[in-house]
Each structure stands twice: as structure tokens, then as C-alpha cells.
């Protein structure tokens, strides 16, 4: 939250943007791509690329054509064209950068649908965005009472009112279809103005609304995540995490994308390690794997009849055996090829988390008050104890 506007004020409060901390001007701006060809001059003869990256509210952003060849740069407010009326956005790329974001999203550079850029904002373009903007708030409220009455089983998380405030557009997200006809008649007739549902999906919904994941930083998907992959529990498996819903469990409910990050680096790990049903043939018994560790490259193994002994062995100590039992033979012991022995007596279990206890932050109690009225309400039995000393 770099720019100028998010510093501290004459009277030591943040000045702020009241944008929530999604302003244009620098690094505040939700899915902000960097320019790097800002400072390169096109070849002589070249025109600059006409196609303009327009965000809206939240993360919504759109392709427009800039037919007038306007003057623009990161941080304007324009006015754009939409299906009736005009809707007001904020320009965050244009140049060749465009044509790149547009393959990306799957937009032809040379489509000649795309909807054109009107003006700049006029200041009365930006007032009436600002107090439409404003009234988003009490309709989300106002809508919610409404599907609650009519008893649909929808969840509305986000109103976003066209720049012209002619139009009101509800995101909200449902398990099954949902019949809002009623609902539509009822908040036209409440708001005065046209109305149009869009379902979104759970990860679409944490896009909009944004928020700090467990890691203590903003959501990915909010910031800089454009593409949203399929996330299985088999990603957790690979990476050997306990299957806890409520650990591997974002904020939109579904699994974290972060799971994603890591996979291919422990898959490409894993290609010639041993898997961990592996059994290994000794003349003192079958030996089963307890433990692995995958960038280690060990293992951890006891034997059937002993399972408090953990003998760990390498990886390839462990190819090597499993090699020597395909031939119907078998190893003598585990204890030719042991690196470390680990008993059960010398694990030592940490809570890693932290957390011990819930009442670890609470002040410690005084026993020495405690004492003192005892000694008050049972006089008598203080005395006896004394004479028996005696």
C-alpha cells in the first residue's frame, strides 16, 4: 500500500483513498499488472496498440477499444460504454501490454466488438459513480431482507451499480437453482431500478470481497491469482499434510489454492522414491515404513513383532533391499543398513502450534492469598497442626 494517499496525515491518521485499498495510482490495486514498457518508445512509424484494460469494482476488469485515440494513462477514470447508458472504471493498462492480458484472457487484439472508451470522466460522472457507490452498502442490506422473506436459498455478497446508476448488478452464490423472479420484481420495484443477478461461484465470491488468509497475508485470489485450478485432497496426500478440513480450508470454504504451489516440486521428488506400503523381507521379520521423509530421502522403518524401534534408512538403501527381495531374498537385518535407531521412549512430540493450553495468557493465580484465607475462615485447624508438631 504504496501511494501517497494510504500515508499519515497532519493529525497522525491515515489520510486514506475511501477505496478500500483498491486505488489505480500503485500497488493498493487489486490484480495490478506492472507496466515494464512504460518507459519504451514505440518504433518510428508504429501506432500505439488501441486496446485499454478498464477495472470496475472489486476485481472486474474489461477490454475496450480507445477509438478516439484519447490521451490515457494508469489511474484515469473514464467513461466506457455499456449495454444501455455508460459505466465509469478505471484504467489499468493500456499499450501493447494489452494484447498480452487479452491472448491471456482469450480476447481476440482485433475484435471489432469490443465496446469502446466515450471520454474521460467529467467530474459529474464521478459524483454520480461516488454517491451510487455509496448507497451499495444499505441495498445489499435491503436486498438480503428480501430473498430472506421470500425464503430463497441464496446468498447475496456483493451489489456493483453501473456508473450511470441506471443499473444494479447482484453477485450472490447457491447450492442448487434458484427461482428469483419475485425477487427481481420486489427489489425493481423497492430500488427504482433495473436489476440483474449473476451467480458466482464460492472462489469467485473471495475474489470480490477479499480478506487475510492464515498465512497473515491477502487473499491470492484477491491480489494476484487470475485462474483458478481444481485443487484435490490428493494434493494434500503428496505433500503428507494431515487431511484437516478446517487447516486446508480458505475462505471460500473449497480447498486453498496454495496446495497448488508446491505439487510439481514434490511430484518430481517423489518419481523414484519407495512408496510407503513398502515391505521390507528381513530374517527377523517384515519391516513396514512409519515414517518418510521426502527431500531428506529417508525413510523410517520397524518391524512387525517391534514396533516401538524406528530404524531409518535411506532411500536408496531401501531400493536397494526391495531389489534384493524381487529376487525371493532376504536381508538379514535392518540393522546393516540403519542410519539412526529412534526409540519410542526418546520421541519427543512439540506442539508446533503453540497451542498448549486456552487460559496460557491468563494472569497466574496467587496461591499465597489462598493461603491466607484459609488460615482466616479454619483458625482451629491451623492450631491443631502446630500442637501435633510439637
Known amino acids: 500500500m504504496g501511494c501517497s494517499s494510504c500515508s499519515t496525515g497532519k493529525d497522525g491518521q491515515p489520510r486514506g483513498c475511501k477505496n478500500n485499498g483498491t486505488c489505480g495510482t500503485d500497488g493498493c490495486n487489486k490484480l495490478t499488472v506492472f507496466d515494464w514498457l512504460s518507459n519504451m518508445s514505440l518504433p518510428n512509424g508504429q501506432k500505439p496498440f488501441d486496446g485499454v484494460e478498464v477495472r470496475f469494482k472489486n476485481s472486474r476488469k474489461e477490454f475496450f477499444r480507445n477509438t478516439e485515440q484519447t490521451p490515457l494513462a ?5 467513461a466506457t460504454q455499456a449495454k ?4 465509469v472504471g478505471m484504467v489499468t493498462l493500456t499499450g501493447e501490454l494489452v494484447k498480452v492480458q487479452m491472448k491471456k484472457k482469450k480476447v481476440a487484439p482485433d475484435d471489432k466488438t469490443l465496446p469502446k472508451i466515450y471520454r474521460k470522466a467529467s467530474q459529474r460522472d464521478i459524483d454520480i459513480w461516488q454517491k451510487c457507490r455509496d448507497k ?6 435491503r436486498s438480503r431482507e428480501i430473498a430472506i422473506s421470500l425464503n430463497l436459498q441464496m446468498k447475496l455478497s456483493d451489489v456493483e451499480f453501473q456508473g450511470d446508476g441506471s443499473k444494479a448488478t447482484f453477485y450472490y452464490t447457491a447450492e442448487d437453482r434458484v427461482d428469483f423472479r419475485q425477487l427481481i420484481k420486489d427489489m425493481a420495484k423497492a430500488f427504482g431500478i433495473r436489476i440483474e443477478m449473476r451467480q458466482i461461484g464460492y472462489r469467485q465470491e473471495a475474489q470480490r470481497l477479499g480478506g487475510i488468509g492464515s498465512c497473515g497475508r491477502e487473499l491470492c485470489c484477491s491480489t494476484w491469482l487470475s485462474d483458478f485450478r481444481s485443487v484435490s485432497t490428493a494434493s494434500a496426500r503428496y505433500q503428507q499434510l494431515a487431511l484437516n ?3 486446508l480450508a480458505g475462505q471460500c470454504g473449497k480447498l486453498k489454492c496454495c496446495l497448488n504451489y508446491e505439487l510439481d516440486t514434490y511430484l518430481e521428488a517423489l518419481k523414484d522414491f519407495p512408496s510407503q506400503d513398502t515391505k521390507l523381507q528381513t530374517e527377523k521379520g ?7 521423509d521426502i527431500f531428506k530421502e529417508m525413510l523410517w522403518f520397524s518391524y512387525k513383532n517391534d514396533a516401538a524401534n524406528w530404524h531409518a534408512l535411506h532411500k536408496d ?19 546393516a543398513y540403519v542410519v539412526e535407531t529412534v526409540s519410542e521412549e526418546k520421541l519427543v512430540f512439540e506442539n508446533v502450534v503453540g497451542q498448549d493450553s486456552l487460559n496460557r495468557f491468563d494472569k497466574p493465580k496467587n496461591h499465597r492469598k489462598k493461603k491466607r484465607r484459609n488460615k482466616k475462615r479454619n483458625p482451629n485447624k491451623n492450631n491443631k497442626q502446630t500442637a501435633r508438631n510439637g
Open 84 to 87: 444501455s447508458g455508460h459505466d
Open 286 to 292: 517384515v519391516a513396514f515404513c512409519q515414517k518418510s
Open 136 to 141: 451499495e452498502e444499505e441495498i445489499k442490506k
Open 317 to 335: 538403501q531401501v531400493l536397494e533391499i526391495i531389489e534384493i527381495n524381487k529376487t525371493s531374498k532376504k536381508i538379514a537385518s535392518l540393522e
Open 245 to 247: 478440513p478446517q487447516k
Open 74 to 78: 494508469i489511474g484515469d477514470i473514464v
